[in-house]
């Protein structure tokens, strides 16, 4: 089993619509939670650190369940410019980064 | 932006020359990191640093080589480059004021 799982998708939306991706990570001890955005031929960029309450930043909602060992990511009123990948990290015990393959989205006009 | 530049950006080379990416960040961060991304895995690490000659090993390490002789500068050794090694590499920093990464541009590296 891999360390971290994701739905590699795509998930192709109509703008406007609110999407959800699911992350499973293995490593009980795994200690801080992440989702990077990665454009095409880009380099991955920090969206959100994911707490154990769970946490908002405008149209995105991260939410981590550690007794199922996963953590998700909500996005509402999707927009075109939303269109990337997404990359679900684990820390499992500080400087040792472990990456989920990633969820590639298309926002639809 | 984090202040992380990487050079060179693309670089295309033949198998069994040596190589060396280099990391430059102006941030002053203690944690660097190197990584490289392909098709169908997620980032993988390849070594780290934790300060000035401080190094380690990451999960992907053979084959590759670093020097971290000031606080700034981060570099990746390929000895002798093999065509299992054509990947993008990723430098990032952080990790030791908070937990997160920031990472370069990347550098596209193609071993004929």
């Known amino acids: 089993r891999k360390e971290v799982e994701q739905d590699p998708g795509p998930f192709n939306v109509p703008e406007g619509a609110t999407v959800a991706f699911n992350c499973t990570y293995s490593?009980?001890?795994?200690?801080?939670f992440f989702w990077y955005r990665q454009d095409c031929r880009k380099e991955p960029k920090l969206l959100m650190s994911v707490y154990s309450s769970g946490n908002e930043d405008g149209r995105f909602t991260a939410q981590l369940n550690r007794a199922s060992q996963y953590i998700s990511l909500l996005i509402r009123d999707s927009k075109l410019s939303d269109s990337a990948t997404y990359l679900c990290?684990?820390?499992?015990?500080?400087?040792?980064?472990?990456f989920g393959p990633g969820t590639r989205l298309s926002v639809l006009p | 932006d984090a202040g992380i530049t990487q050079s060179p950006r693309h670089k295309v080379t033949e198998t069994g020359t040596p190589v060396t990416l280099r990391c430059h960040q102006t941030?002053?961060?203690?944690?660097m990191y190197w990584y490289r991304q392909d098709p169908g895995h997620g980032l993988r690490l390849i070594h780290y640093?934790?300060?000035?000659?401080?190094?380690d090993k990451g999960e992907v390490s053979d084959g590759y080589s670093v020097s971290r002789s000031k606080t700034e500068d981060f570099l990746l050794t390929l000895e002798s480059a093999t065509s299992s090694q054509t990947s993008v590499y990723f430098c990032a920093i952080g990790g030791d004021r908070s937990y997160e990464q920031y990472f370069g541009p990347g550098t596209r590296l193609t071993v004929t």
């Open positions: 990290v684990v820390d499992n015990y500080g400087q040792n980064f472990v």
């Open positions: 941030e002053n961060h203690r944690y």
């Open positions: 490593n009980s001890a795994s200690q801080s």
């Open positions: 640093s934790y300060g000035v000659k401080d190094t």
